[in-house]
C-alpha cells in the first residue's frame, strides 16, 4: 500500500499533477480570413497544406460562419456554405490533402462571413464554433447561392 502511495506521489511530483486532472489536448489557431480574394485564399490553403503534410496524423478543422452582410448586401440563404465549399475540394484534389484530414464546420453567423482554420492533432477535441449573431437577426435577400457561383477555378 504504501508503494503504490509513493508511486503516484512520484507522478504527481515529476509532472505537476495528478494523472487523472491533465488538461485536454488542444487544437491551435492556424489562420482566420474574411471573404478574401482568390489569389489570398489559395496562398492561405497552401500554407495549411504544407503544414497538414508535414503532420499527418492531424486534422484540419475549417470553421467558417455566415455574416450579416455579404460582400457588402445582405446575404443569401446558403450564401456562407456556397463560398466555403471550394476550401474542401482545394486541399483534396489540388494539393493531395486525405479528406479524412479536413473537416468542414458551419460555425453559424457573425458580422460578416469569417473562416478559422484550426490544426487538430490526434487525441484533440474539434473546436467549437462562436456565433455572435442569432439566425433570427440574420435578413436574407431573395435567391439562393449556389457553390459554382464561388469556384474560383478550383
Not at 489562420?31 to 484540419?60: H, M, W, Y
Not at 460582400?71 to 463560398?83: F, H, K, M, T, V
Not at 484550426?118 to 435577400?141: K, L, M, N
Amino acid at each position: 500500500m504504501v508503494s503504490i502511495l509513493y508511486a503516484a506521489l512520484t507522478i504527481i511530483i515529476l509532472t505537476g499533477s495528478a494523472p487523472h486532472s491533465q488538461s485536454p489536448v488542444m487544437g491551435r489557431n492556424f489562420d482566420s480570413f474574411r471573404d478574401i480574394g482568390c489569389e489570398s485564399e489559395e496562398a492561405r490553403l497552401d500554407n495549411l497544406a504544407v503544414t497538414l503534410q508535414n503532420a499527418p496524423t492531424a486534422k484540419a478543422a475549417i470553421i467558417f460562419y455566415g455574416g450579416q452582410v455579404f460582400r457588402g448586401r445582405l446575404p443569401r440563404r446558403g450564401d456562407a456554405a456556397a463560398r466555403a465549399a471550394r476550401i474542401k475540394p482545394y486541399l483534396v484534389n489540388r494539393r493531395g490533402i486525405p479528406a479524412d484530414q479536413v473537416v468542414v464546420i458551419d460555425g453559424g453567423y457573425l458580422k460578416e462571413w469569417y473562416a478559422e482554420i484550426w490544426i487538430v492533432p490526434p487525441g484533440a477535441s474539434i473546436p467549437q464554433s462562436h456565433p455572435t449573431v442569432p439566425i433570427e437577426q440574420v435578413h436574407f435577400r431573395k435567391g439562393k447561392a449556389h457553390p459554382r457561383d464561388f469556384l474560383c477555378g478550383i
